[in-house]
């Protein structure tokens, strides 16, 4: 073999690898939609109208937010501990248990 026939035969296999990785990838994400469309789909009804707003803004202005929202209400709804809908209000609370805590900063005087 001349060494442009190993050449392109080594481009040819990374191509092929290449190719096989992004189907893979586009695989995985179409399961993670499919699951987080199913996880949507349970929880939607414990969630009022207004509430079910607030979710979708929130998963427009930060997914990765939503989803871990998303899964803690549906962990609630496994274990039985939600059974009405949850109002706005309600829903807005339970957001601020995923907020990071905010450092204070204090300017101390010499």
Known sequence: MSPDDIRKKKIAELQERALREQAQAEQEEVQLQQQIHQLEQAVRPYLSKDALIRYHTLK??????????????????????LRESITDMQFRDFLYQFDSPKRKSSIKRV
């Open 60 to 81: 427009t202005a930060h997914p990765e937010k939503a989803i871990k929202v998303l899964v803690s209400l549906f962990q609630l709804i496994q274990q039985g501990s």
